[in-house]
């Protein structure tokens, strides 16, 4: 039997885990919600495989629409003139995620170095006069490149190993860090953006969730939404056509949006040149 020391310890432990299991409730938020789309989607799906196809397709087709007004917004344009100043002024570009969105942080370093390979082999003029871009453009995923291949479960639940990591890549002052979280709730990728503001960056943060319902209901990232030196992109598309798998319609958006921002920074800098 457990003497009195021992109970008060477990007691304690029990009480921490409770407090901190309150700030992973994320039930109330809109990408962990069942879309009416596919509401039907297992009984469909084993009937008629395409059918089940066409409902998931449907979702997708929501995206586009719903992004339209984030291309007009001044967020928008803050970030795309950001990478561009910070690109064309011999700064650094991070971009920061977990899970789907770390993954998406490496495709999108991946095609900027695809980029300038294929320039060099295709333009080779042309590359000469921007030697070192190649390497100016970084992905920070939570886990490392570990993650890339195998979860590394729970890494995304300590802001601090968010803050490790984006140190550790050498953020500095006049870089841009672009944090992408899918719920916008992410302790991992919230502890880039606070160390992002705190190296001199300029920080911008992308999430899926409408901002009020997440200041509502997370403090975490009520404390990024409100802070007025960090640019908020709110790229809500609505309930992912399977409950909660932030991987399909909510990284899609991002990566429409940011990957675009990229692109015309890219083409300024051409046109420069």
């Known amino acids: 039997m457990p003497n009195d020391s021992g109970r008060q310890r477990a007691k304690r432990r029990a009480e921490q885990f409770v407090h901190r299991e309150r700030a992973f409730r994320l039930g109330t938020l809109l990408t962990e919600s069942s879309h009416p789309k596919t509401a039907t989607l297992s009984q469909t799906i084993q009937q008629d495989a395409r059918a089940g196809i066409r409902m998931l397709v449907s979702v997708d087709e929501e995206i586009a629409p719903a992004e339209a007004k984030v291309f007009l917004s001044a967020e928008y344009v803050r970030l795309v003139d950001g990478l561009t100043r910070a690109l064309a002024g011999g700064k650094r570009v991070f971009f920061t995620g977990c899970?789907?969105?770390?993954?998406?942080?490496?495709l999108l370093e991946a095609a900027w170095r695809q980029f300038w390979q294929r320039l060099r082999s295709e333009r080779p003029e042309l590359a000469a006069k921007l030697p070192d871009l190649e390497d100016r453009v970084s992905s920070v995923m939570a886990g490392g490149d570990y993650a890339l291949i195998k979860s590394v479960e729970?890494?995304?639940?300590?802001?601090?190993?968010?803050?490790?990591?984006?140190?550790?890549?050498?953020?500095?002052a006049g870089d841009v860090v672009v944090a992408i979280t899918e719920g916008g709730e992410t302790p991992f990728v919230i502890g880039t953006a606070w160390q992002g503001l705190e190296s001199g960056a300029e920080v911008f943060f992308v999430f899926n969730n409408p901002a009020e319902l997440l200041c509502r209901h997370v403090e975490r990232s009520r404390q990024v939404i409100e802070e007025p030196r960090i640019t908020k992109l709110d790229l809500t598309t609505g309930p992912m056509a399977v409950a909660g798998s932030t991987r399909m319609q909510a990284t899609s958006a991002e990566?429409?949006?940011?990957?675009?921002?990229l692109e015309t920074a890219l083409k300024r800098i051409l046109e420069q040149h």
């Open 154 to 172: 729970g890494f995304e639940d300590f802001p601090r190993f968010g803050r490790y990591q984006l140190e550790e890549a050498g953020v500095a």
């Open 255 to 261: 990566l429409l949006v940011v990957g675009a921002a």
């Open 99 to 106: 899970g789907a969105t770390g993954r998406l942080s490496i």
